[in-house]
């Protein structure tokens, strides 16, 4: 996977393919999966959604009320501008699958810094976890089931660190159905030699209908993906101004004699000629 470890300036983040960004952050919920925008590996659906609700926001502050805002602003969204909780952050990356995409010194970092542990302990005194963790038999599953979302809390982390204390970062894709499986497949996507993460085998009756399955399709030598790394904002994976993703180096496919539309259809697994 490329994982280095070493010093803050070799710090690495592996992101898959179509990664989902979120447009928003609830400041005041602390909810970090609002609105996810598509499994894509630019921010183009995410900045569109942000501007949405930048755009309903001033139309509420200017007295335009609910009916002001477009339907495409979601009750997510307008209960954040109404409890004045939308974060300034701009559009944030995940990393889909926590923890198994960083490289040491960036996990070491995440471990030690202060940000993250400002985050949970903010988040166990919201209202919600408080309510949650009072209740005489603990919490009940509906209280948390996957909440808070955890692939979306390490984006909102990481971004933080990035920007705070200006750490250059680097994402790698690892594309969506080709290194990167979200979920087993049998048919177009299965798991090969050129595969490096599989989700789903948590399930009994997955690990018995794929695990085997995996493991006989992954044999052979690793298939690697071409890659060619630069500027996000050069790439085009990121569009907002201020994001302190544009600052990072992207690594995505190599596109040396490769129009943009062979690149992108290449890195969905698809033959483009």
Wanted: aromatic residues 8%.
């Amino acid at each position: 996977m490329g994982l280095r470890s070493g010093s803050h300036s070799s710090l690495r983040l592996t992101l898959p393919l179509h990664p989902r960004r979120y447009p928003f952050y609830n400041n005041v919920t602390m909810v970090t999966h609002h609105d996810w925008s598509g499994w894509q590996y630019t921010d183009a659906g995410a900045v569109k959604a942000r501007r949405y609700i930048e755009s309903c926001r001033e139309s509420r502050r200017a007295g335009g009320g609910a009916a002001a805002c477009s339907r495409k602003v979601s009750k997510a969204a307008l209960d954040a501008i109404e409890a004045d909780g939308l974060s300034e952050q701009p559009p944030f990356p995940v990393v889909n699958g926590p923890m198994f995409a960083v490289s040491r010194s960036l996990g070491n970092l995440l471990v030690s810094d202060s940000v993250p542990r400002a985050y949970l302990e903010q988040l166990s005194n919201t209202p919600r976890v408080r309510a949650a963790l009072s209740r005489k038999n603990g919490p009940r599953k509906s209280n948390f089931a996957c909440w808070p979302v955890g692939d979306s809390i390490v984006g909102l982390w990481l971004s933080r660190l990035a920007a705070a204390r200006q750490l250059p970062m680097t994402l790698v894709n690892t594309p969506f159905m080709v290194q990167h499986h979200p979920w087993p497949a049998v048919m177009h996507g299965a798991f090969s030699n050129s595969s490096i993460v599989l989700h789903g085998l948590k399930k009994e009756r997955n690990q018995r209908k794929f695990y085997q399955f995996a493991m006989q399709r992954g044999m052979g030598p690793l298939v690697p993906f071409r890659r060619k790394c630069g500027s996000c904002a050069a790439l085009g994976w990121s569009s907002w101004p201020t994001s302190p993703v544009r600052s990072w180096t992207c690594c995505g496919c190599d596109a040396v004699g490769e129009s943009k539309r062979q690149c992108t259809g290449r890195m969905n697994g698809e033959e483009v000629t």
